[in-house]
T-cell receptor
Framework: QKEVEQDPGPLSVPEGAIVSLNCTYS??????FMWYRQYSRKGPELLMY????GNKEDGRFTAQVDKSSKYISLFIRDSQPSDSATYLC?????????????FGQGTILTVHP | EAQVTQNPRYLITVTGKKLTVTCSQN?????MSWYRQDPGLGLRQIYY???????DKGDVPEGYKVSRKEKRNFPLILESPSPNQTSLYFC??????????????FGDGTRLSIL
């Protein structure tokens, strides 16, 4: 079993829809949680990050972490065609593996006009 | 311009022929990392380095070697490449451990095909 599992999609939504992207993780040593966005033929870029359980909002994006259920979510409100990309959740381990990053499989999102 | 430079961008080679993919950053970053990306598997970390002469294994280190003799360079070495190492490879760097305001800067990727 992978340490981070992500709903693979692909996901296709109309412009203006609310998008929900989800990951689960199994390792309690994971302390930091991130979402990356990757456009076609480009390297990933950091979109959101959070440490504790709860919500973090940045414009149309909300990252949510529930450490008790080991569940990570990213919500995109009022989705735009420019949001079409692959979204990857990522976790950063603490302790002796501090610095090790584990990614989910990625979800391909298409927002059509 | 701040950047992470990988070379080569594309390479087709044969099984068993040693190869090195170079990675260089000009931002004085301490943390550097190598990833491979395969369809359906997402991004997987191969090795990472917290600083000069400090390297650690990621999730898929088998068949790869790295070295960090200087801060700016972090080459990825495939001593005896095999077809299952055909993949898209990314090098990345960040000021320190990549979290919060220390985002990773990624290179443009190296597409390796091993026949």
């Amino acid at each position: 079993q992978k340490e981070v599992e992500q709903d693979p999609g692909p996901l296709s939504v109309p412009e203006g829809a609310i998008v929900s992207l989800n990951c689960t993780y199994s390792n309690s040593a994971f302390q930091y949680f991130m979402w990356y966005r990757q456009y076609s033929r480009k390297g990933p870029e950091l979109l959101m990050y959070t440490y504790s359980s709860g919500n973090k909002e940045d414009g149309r994006f909300t990252a949510q972490v529930d450490k008790s259920s080991k569940y990570i979510s990213l919500f995109i409100r009022d989705s735009q065609p420019s949001d079409s990309a692959t979204y990857l959740c990522a976790t950063l381990a603490g302790g002796t593996s501090y610095g090790k990053l584990t990614f989910g499989q990625g979800t391909i999102l298409t927002v059509h006009p | 311009e701040a950047q992470v430079t990988q070379n080569p961008r594309y390479l087709i080679t044969v099984t068993g022929k040693k190869l090195t993919v170079t990675c260089s950053q000009n931002m004085n970053h301490e943390y550097m990392s190598w990833y491979r990306q395969d369809p359906g598997l997402g991004l997987r970390q191969i090795y990472y380095s917290m600083n000069v002469e400090v390297t650690d294994k990621g999730d898929v280190p088998e068949g790869y070697k790295v070295s960090r003799k200087e801060k700016r360079n972090f080459p990825l070495i495939l001593e005896s490449p095999s077809p299952n190492q055909t993949s898209l490879y990314f090098c990345a760097s960040s000021l320190s451990v990549p979290y919060s305001n220390q985002p990773q800067h990624f290179g443009d990727g190296t597409r390796l095909s091993i026949l």
